[in-house]
């Protein structure tokens, strides 16, 4: 009884972190255009530092900084429009975790029913001493055995 206390608790165990991994969803998920937008901004930074050294004219620099505005202004744009809620939902993600759970006990009563032993009683480690020396007892001598043979 306790092994199928403890793979049921198991099993209970494995389902509940299935089902809040899938409730939980990607809320906290940041968009692809954010992490364009960073990389605008640090390419701007990067196009005053080499104008302050010299390495590049001031027209070069205008125009480097007018295209990465450019981008920088498309990037923002497309964040803007992917604002809606990026989380799964609620009623689905719920309906799939239960589904998931269920299909993973299912399964494994299943597999248990067809490589397992489900009819056989338990076996102590008395019985199993019993049953071998009694099968010692039993057992032919050698000179029976060759006889026999």
Known sequence: MG????IASL???????????????????V??????????????????RDLA???????EAERVRTEVSRRLLAADAQMRA???PSG???KGSAVVAVALIALML???LAL?????????PDLPLEARIAASDQARAERLSQAEAEAEA
């Open 106 to 108: 299912g399964g494994a």
């Open 53 to 59: 050294r010299g390495v590049i004219p001031e027209a």
């Open 3 to 6: 092994f199928w206390i403890i």
């Open 82 to 84: 992917q604002q809606a």
């Open 31 to 48: 968009p692809q255009a954010a992490y364009d937008m960073q990389v605008y901004r640090d390419q701007l930074k990067e196009v005053d």
């Open 88 to 90: 799964q939902s609620g």
């Open 11 to 29: 099993s209970i165990g494995v389902g509940a972190v299935l089902a809040l991994t899938l409730l939980r969803g990607r809320a906290e998920a």
């Open 112 to 120: 248990y029913g067809q490589i397992g032993a489900p009819g056989y």
